[in-house]
Structure formats: structure tokens, C-alpha cells
């Protein structure tokens, strides 16, 4: 029985890693396309490549028009950074072509484990993420981080200091402030999940308002580069807007809904007790017993 569960648990994990580099290798595939195809596809068609110009220094141009000051120059201060920024772009941008597919095998993966009444389930929580997820990143690329440079350059005219910027620490900012506002966004979602499993009540989500605003508040003011609150209010205030909604939603949904808590303690409860009874039944039975014995006895 035991060499049996070792042989199933070990083909689940030779399943996993086949999956995991499949996506590995489709991955790598993407990126090695994603870094020689040209920004304009129609040279492709017309075998055409003189000027030509990689679709990930075209993105890399975006983002600097978009995002970068006025009047401020990226200087690259390794012969590698500039290296360094291509590799780093053109790696998410064929993690956001793959994103399909790795979603793909990890759901045929989980696909044997799931009951009919669950996959359901399992699409709502991924596309909830996905929307959060998507929502945090927008929110970040017009909001957040364009705030920031511009609350950051305030300071280069104040101390007049010339505005040259490390290009890798710019695509840095821009990265993690991307993916981190993405993931920092979805965090409401591990909530609901986390009140579903009765691990919380949604009378203490009302209860730590504060505390939990106050809480968002020093984090986010360690994690924005931003000295001043902007960027910090910028982050929290959504995040508490979404809380807030994760509380109605919540409190619409487990309307009705027993406690499980509360119910298993009070079956413990009345299992204690039912046992405690019988046991003093044993016990007079043994007495009466006892009794019956000893008026038998001449």
C-alpha cells in the first residue's frame, strides 16, 4: 500500500516538472522571438531590414516618453546595463504572451484533484486575480509611478542637481512598481478566501479598520521610494477602497451561513457531554450491579 502512494505521489511529481518545462521552454522560445522580431512586422513581409529596430527597444522608447521627466537623461554606468534592460523587457513581455498557456498546464495539472462543482470556482478566483492583478498594474503605469518621478524631480531643481539618472535604476522602479502594485492589489482576494475557510470573521475585518489602514500606511511608505505621503495615499487609499468592497461582498455572500467554528465547538461540546453521561450511566449500572451482588451474598 505505502510503495504504491510513494509510486502515485512520485508520478504526480514527474507530471509537475514535465509541465514546468514545457513552460520553461515555451517561455525561452517566446523570448528569443520577442527579442529578434522587428517593430515594424510589415519588413517581415517585404524581407526589408535595413533600419531595423527590435520591437523591445520600440517598448523601451514607450516607456521612456511616457514615464521619464523632462529634461532628464538615463546614463547607463555598466557596459551591461543597457543589456541588462533588453533581457528584463523582452522577459515580460513573453511572460505576458505565455501567461495563456502557462494558465494552460497548470490547470490541466490541478484539473484529476478538482471536482465539477469546484472548477467553477477555481475560473472565478483566476479571473477575479487576473482583474485585480491588471487593474493594479494600469493603475500603477498612469498613476503611481509617473506621480512618483514627477515628486522625485521636484527635489533635483531644489538642490540643483543635474537630472542624470542610472538607466537600470529607472527600469527597475518601473518593473517592480508594475508587478508590485499588481500583486499588492489582489491581496483583498487572499481575505475572501481566508474569511470562505472560517480562518476569519467578517466582523473582525470591520473591527481592524484602522488598525489595518494605519498598518498599509507605514508599508507602503517603506516600499515607495517617494519621500513625501503622495505616493503612499496614492497606493493605500484603492487598496482600502477595495477592502471595503471585499467586506459588503463578503458580508452578502456568508448571509445565512452557519458559523463552522461555532458549530464544531458546540458538537464537541454536546460530544462531551453525551459522553460524560453515559459514563455516569456505566457507573450507576456498576454500583446497582455491585449492590444486587452484595445482597445475594449470605
Known sequence: MSEDLELTVWDHFEDLSSKLRRIVVVLLVT???????????????????????P???????????????EDVVL????????????????????????????????????????????????????????????????????????TT????????????????????????????????????YTFPLVIYLVVKVDLLQVDSLREIRKELFVGLAVL????????????????????????????IVLTYTMRGKPDRVIVQGLQASLDFIEKAEFSETKSDEADVSVDKSSEVEP
Open 31 to 53: 523570448m528569443m522571438i520577442v527579442m529578434s522580431v522587428p517593430a515594424d512586422l510589415t519588413k517581415i513581409i517585404q524581407l526589408d531590414f535595413e533600419d531595423y529596430t
Open 55 to 69: 520591437l523591445v527597444s520600440a517598448v523601451i522608447e514607450i516607456l521612456q516618453d511616457t514615464l521619464l521627466p
Open 75 to 146: 546614463i547607463a554606468f555598466n557596459w551591461l546595463d543597457s543589456f541588462y534592460i533588453f533581457v528584463v523587457i523582452s522577459f515580460t513581455i513573453s511572460l505576458l504572451i505565455c501567461l495563456p498557456y502557462v494558465a494552460a498546464q497548470i490547470y490541466s495539472f490541478l484539473a484529476p484533484a478538482i471536482y465539477e462543482t469546484e472548477k467553477r470556482g477555481l475560473f472565478i478566483f483566476v479571473s477575479v486575480f487576473l482583474l485585480l492583478f491588471i487593474s493594479g498594474v494600469l493603475y500603477a503605469y498612469y498613476i503611481i509611478v509617473p
Open 149 to 184: 518621478f514627477a515628486v522625485l524631480y521636484r527635489f533635483v531643481n531644489q538642490t540643483r542637481v543635474m537630472p542624470f539618472y542610472s538607466v537600470k535604476d529607472f527600469f527597475d522602479l518601473i518593473t517592480f512598481g508594475l508587478i508590485g502594485t499588481g500583486l499588492f
Open 220 to 247: 507602503t511608505a517603506f516600499l515607495t521610494p517617494d519621500p513625501t505621503p503622495v505616493s503612499m495615499l496614492l497606493m493605500t487609499i484603492p487598496f482600502y477602497v477595495f477592502y471595503e468592497l471585499t467586506i
